[in-house]
């Protein structure tokens, strides 16, 4: 029996949506989580507003496993994550112990004041466990299924690679790829046929287009990788049929 | 006065959240709304399934004027956006007799057989409006509020162009930037008193780290010339203060 793990990505950052940060952190949690079992079903990208976050998170951590987020955990008055997550799980949001601490000798170490601006980063939701920062101390933080975590992408790779360990992982969906060199309008009906024959596959067409012509990637996904085979080698008798037609 | 158009994406497609493709719309819509002035306040990205893509088109379209979707709507048994579309506003989805005459004269005129596959891209909710297609001609559509284009990125730009003269824009969301060659900790405390000071601008702060050191791009957002003049200057002054300070 396969398992099936899911999780959901909340981006927090009025730069993103105004496009002056490409993000580059959506990506990256999608390879990740598909290479280790975990389906993301879902993302959105929301504002620096609480309200907007609020709904976000309460929307997400019911619907999926697990809940990441990026962004607003920094120490100026935009940053505004750790109080919208604790509003949404109706906690306070409290200075960690903890946090000043580690912060505290971090900056002591390096000769930098720990003022209260950068007091603002050990802020989080009362109960809320640690998430190490390995690039700049300051910590993001887990409440129940959610995870909270930096948008600056050096940053959230490394808090992301802390927190995998600690997930319960699923089945892995694994895939195959064959290329086709016809537009998906060639290919449709075979393609739905062979879908309709292996109903516990999920067989995707992405349509490339170069050049003025399409080509066609076509994606077998299966958590088991004996109809995995079967599957893929069914598109790929699909295409030769149609190249030896073509060409005849 | 200053008048606010909002806008949402949504982002159909299962290669986005299993990274196999990396999207690349996001950011275009983004930095064409912005330089239209409409507010780009929510993205999200969604998997092909039915429901997920009529539960997004409900809450997206009642919560903002437009509504910009991309992806699905290919003629393969996985692009269901035209009839999760319908199904969300509870209309039949039917081939289009404009679409279908257009799409039957390209493929005659290339030579290519218009099969059943391909007419599949013709269907779309009951009264709905063309979106022209300059590069492969099956069009987009809009429904009341509610934009469907391409996943193509080359498809959804030139889609994405032929709508951008029917949309009402609103007053142009002018910004400028100050870069800053401290981190988030040293300017948090006085960049929160300007944006008191100026309550009728944004001011995002933007962390870079860049060889082991933190410096910011700090962003001032204003609809109105003079006052984001004011506060760019206040801000710049703040950086420079700063300056001073930890030289002396």
């Known amino acids: 029996m396969s398992k099936i793990i899911t999780a959901a990505m909340l981006v927090i950052g009025d730069e993103i949506l105004s496009g002056r940060t490409k993000d580059r952190n959506i990506g990256h949690l999608a390879d ?68 000043l601490a580690l ?45 909270v975590m930096a948008g600056v992408p050096e940053i959230f790779q490394a808090m992301l690679d802390n927190v995998l360990p600690t997930l319960e992982t699923g089945t892995k969906l694994l895939s195959a790829t064959v290329h086709c060199p016809f537009g998906e309008g060639t290919i449709g009906l075979p393609l739905a046929q062979i879908q309709k024959d292996f109903p516990d596959t999920i067989i995707g067409s992405y349509p490339k287009f170069q050049e003025g012509s399409f080509w066609t990637e076509l994606v077998v996904r299966a958590r088991d990788s004996e109809t995995l085979e079967r599957a893929r080698r069914a598109v790929e008798e699909m295409v030769k049929a149609i190249t030896t037609e073509s060409s005849a």
């Open 32 to 99: 990740v989580m598909t290479a280790v079992g975990i389906d993301l079903k879902e993302v959105r990208i929301v504002p620096d507003e609480e309200p907007a976050i609020v709904n976000a998170v309460n929307a997400l951590r019911a619907a999926y496993r697990y809940v990441f987020t990026t962004g607003g955990i920094g120490p100026t008055h935009d940053d505004i994550t750790a109080d919208a997550v604790s509003a949404a799980f109706g906690l306070p949001c409290e200075y960690d112990e903890k946090a």
């Open 103 to 147: 912060m505290a000798q971090s900056y002591a170490r390096r000769g930098i004041e720990f003022t209260d601006t950068r007091k603002r980063m050990a802020r989080m939701p009362k109960g809320a466990v640690h998430i190490d920062n390995p690039v700049s101390v300051a910590p993001g933080f887990r409440i129940e299924n959610v995870h």
